[in-house]
């Protein structure tokens, strides 16, 4: 499975964002997948996950009521709306090799080349 996250870009505080993951080769329909961020000068931390039949999504604290993980067939999103300075970073979307998984990065096997958000004041 390669993915391939897009849908990143420069915005203002407040603004919203639709990040999309897409697979080549193998798809990932039966795949639980994720999304994680990485800022500046941190770690790299999960986001959101969704499992393979869309439901169980699970957020970070700091974006629940704001991000949204969705799936349809071909892709996953990740709605990001009410954007924070400290939402800036690195996205990437990663799958699991099960059909739902956790939020820490050893239950992703499968992981994308990333896609930058930069959220200005």
């Known amino acids: 499975v390669q993915l391939q996250a897009s849908g990143g870009g420069l915005v203002q505080a407040g603004d919203s964002l639709r990040l999309s993951c897409a697979s080549s080769?193998?798809?990932?329909?039966?795949?639980?997948v994720a999304w994680f961020r990485q800022a500046p000068g941190e770690e790299r931390e999960f986001v959101a996950t969704?499992?393979?039949?869309?439901?169980s999504p699970t957020y970070v604290d700091s974006v629940k009521g704001r991000f949204t993980i969705s799936r349809d067939m071909a892709k996953v999103y990740l709605q990001m709306n009410s954007l924070k300075p400290e939402d800036t970073g690195v996205y990437y979307c990663?799958?699991?090799?099960?059909?739902?998984?956790?939020?820490?990065?050893?239950?992703?096997?499968?992981w994308g080349q990333g896609t930058l958000v930069t959220v200005s004041s």
């Open positions: 990663a799958a699991s090799m099960r059909p739902i998984s956790g939020t820490t990065q050893s239950g992703y096997r499968y």
């Open positions: 080769g193998r798809t990932f329909t039966n795949n639980a």
């Open positions: 969704i499992s393979w039949k869309g439901g």
